[in-house]
């Protein structure tokens, strides 16, 4: 079964970073885009950040560009999200999840890592 | 960027209803929409996709249609365990983007 499991949320100062972490098992990473979604009760579901499959195409959100980085290490089955500067309103769950194959369907979501940022 | 307007935000139903939810994109998104369903401390997981294709695992009283900008979610026969929020989603083009959710309870 796929699954998608994130891990380095936690609570930071305004201005801080921190990097989550998403690791997949399961199927082979390698052969999948991977995108990262945040959700908070204001602004429901944010696509924030995507990567293909080698790692040669990246797209970012305008909310997060220039603050975010998301990177991929397929023999390591893990994909990452940089963030710096991180600000109150970066404040959500934060989901790593997997676009499937055939079309770009978001079909594969981790249980999601909380991010807190305090001023 | 490609709005995506649910409605309504919430409704009432009671088991074995049928249900519908419509979503409407602020402009044409192909086939590239996608369903999804939300239960309290959970991620959202795929109903649908490509407009009225059934994830695997999910039972058929979940539906969909829809072409352009408009679509919609029917549920018949409204079970216990699919009280919960749903959500559309566009990935016609970058950045994907949602709904702000329907949340279907008793």
């Known amino acids: 079964e796929a699954e998608l499991e994130e891990s380095g949320g936690g609570l930071v100062q305004s201005g801080g970073s921190l990097r989550l972490s998403c690791t997949a098992s399961?199927?082979?990473?390698?052969?999948?885009?991977m995108n990262w979604v945040r959700q908070t009760p204001g602004k429901g579901l944010e696509w924030l950040a995507y990567v293909n499959f080698n790692g040669r195409t990246i797209k970012y959100a305008d909310s997060v560009r220039g603050r975010f980085s998301i990177s991929r290490d397929n023999a390591k089955n893990s994909v990452f999200l940089q963030m710096n500067s991180l600000r109150n309103d970066d404040s959500a769950m934060y989901y790593c999840?997997?676009?499937?194959?055939?079309?770009?369907?978001?079909?594969?979501w981790g249980q999601g890592t909380t991010v807190t940022v305090s001023s | 960027d490609i709005q995506m307007t649910q409605s309504p935000s919430s409704l009432s139903a009671s088991v074995g209803d049928r249900v519908t939810i419509t979503c409407r994109a602020s402009?044409?998104?192909?086939?590239?929409l996608a369903w999804f369903q939300q239960k309290p401390g959970t991620a959202p997981k795929l109903l649908l996709y490509?407009?009225?294709n059934l994830q695997n695992g999910v039972p058929s009283r979940f539906s969909g249609s829809g072409s352009g900008t408009d679509f919609t979610l029917t549920i018949t026969s409204l079970r216990p365990e699919d009280f919960a929020t749903y959500y559309c989603?566009?990935?016609?083009?970058?950045?994907?983007?949602f709904g702000q959710g329907t949340t279907v309870e008793v």
């Open positions: 402009q044409a998104v192909r086939n590239s």
């Open positions: 999840v997997r676009e499937g194959t055939i079309t770009s369907r978001m079909d594969v």
């Open positions: 490509d407009v009225s």
């Open positions: 399961g199927f082979p990473l390698n052969n999948y885009n």
């Open positions: 989603q566009h990935y016609s083009n970058f950045p994907p983007t």
